[in-house]
């Protein structure tokens, strides 16, 4: 299978993130949302996804929501993404200039921004905080607890941190211990080394990160990722979700030294055979935690 663009990787894994993002941290988030109208601010938004699952998910109904990414391709994509799933179940959808999405029913108004920018700068320009800030599989690819007062700047009292990385990536049927093991270590490292920031455990040290900078975590749980074929197929288009994900392991250890070349050639093979088979688990550990600041 041929994965595509990283916007196909988005699409691919929302029924992923669906079943992963923690159930009894979305029930606290639905507890101390403050009444309607509420504003939100999403860092590293995508696609949009996570604003069309909270409007799938019933648990927003009158609000402004800002969409912040650094990558165009994203924020353009995401626009026609979120309109045409508005048009396909019942919005009313109105462009309001460039980069504004109205999108309304007799139950649901909703105001839509995306902006094209890179994080930290738009927290230098200094906007008015939101009820709530959205970091959405962001934090672990950051600095970290350096990047997290000018992310809590972002928000009046309240933010969603979701699936942050946790160390551990296992992929069933083992190829070969031991060379299993040696990959799996291999890729945590490089996300440790990522010049931008990053952490492969970073959900655990959050909770001491978030103490140091003043945070109250009001709840935390797990979110991993679980696919698995149910008799010998994946749901919606969790096969293509897994092709992304050995891409990344092969964009990350292609040519690494301590790795044999062939040896993770044939592993690469054989994975890709396993997905085509419907034989291919992954799990990967993550947490999320909603906080206030």
Known sequence: MKTGTFQDYLLAKQSVDDRALNKDVLAALKAHLPPAPVSIVEVGAGIGTMLVRLLRWEILSDAEYLLIDEMAENVAFGMAFVAKWAQENGFSVLSVGADTLHLS???????????????????????SPADLLIAHAVLDLLPLPESLPGLFSLTKDLAW????????????????????????????????????????????????YLDH??????????????VYPRRGKYTADEAAFLEYILRFFEESLTAQP?????????????????????ELVYIAHQLDFLVGV
């Open 105 to 127: 029913n007799p139950s649901h108004s909703i105001t839509a921004k995306f902006i094209h920018a890179d994080m930290f700068d738009f927290i230098s320009s200094r906007p």
């Open 161 to 208: 941190l979701t699936i942050n990385f946790d160390g551990a990536s296992i992929l069933k049927p083992a190829i070969h211990p031991v060379l299993d093991r040696r990959i799996e270590r291999l890729y945590h490292e490089t996300m440790d080394r990522r010049p931008g920031g990053g952490d492969s455990q970073s959900g655990r040290n959050l909770f001491a």
């Open 213 to 226: 900078v003043g945070a109250d975590i009001l709840e935390a749980g797990s979110s991993d990722w679980v």
């Open 258 to 278: 301590d790795l044999d070349a062939k040896k993770f050639s044939r592993w690469l093979h054989t994975r890709r055979d396993q997905i085509a088979q419907g």
